[in-house]
């Protein structure tokens, strides 16, 4: 077990603290990202109403992004 950091290790930290952040003080992705489809709009709206919102909020949208590509 080295005292040293090696350079990937300090990469992994800056990752998992990037990673343990709200989604909301995150930078925002380096890729464009397309618009949700109809279908996904509609499961997101359903995960909102599910959870007692009356709309979705970016929780949701991040979901139903991830669900559909």
């Known amino acids: 077990m080295?005292?040293?950091m090696s350079k990937g290790d300090s990469v992994r930290k800056d990752i998992n603290r990037a990673l343990k952040?709200?989604?909301?003080?995150?930078?925002?992705?380096?890729?464009?990202s397309e618009p949700l489809s109809s279908?996904?709009?509609a499961a997101a709206r359903a995960r909102a109403?599910?959870?007692g919102?009356?709309?979705?909020?970016?929780?949701?949208?991040?979901?139903?992004?991830?669900?559909?590509?």
């Open 2 to 4: 080295g005292l040293l």
């Open 21 to 32: 952040a709200p989604v909301w003080e995150r930078a925002n992705p380096k890729r464009k």
């Open 39 to 41: 279908g996904a709009k």
């Open 49 to 51: 109403e599910r959870a």
């Open 53 to 69: 919102r009356p709309y979705p909020n970016l929780i949701d949208n991040m979901w139903a992004a991830r669900k559909q590509g």
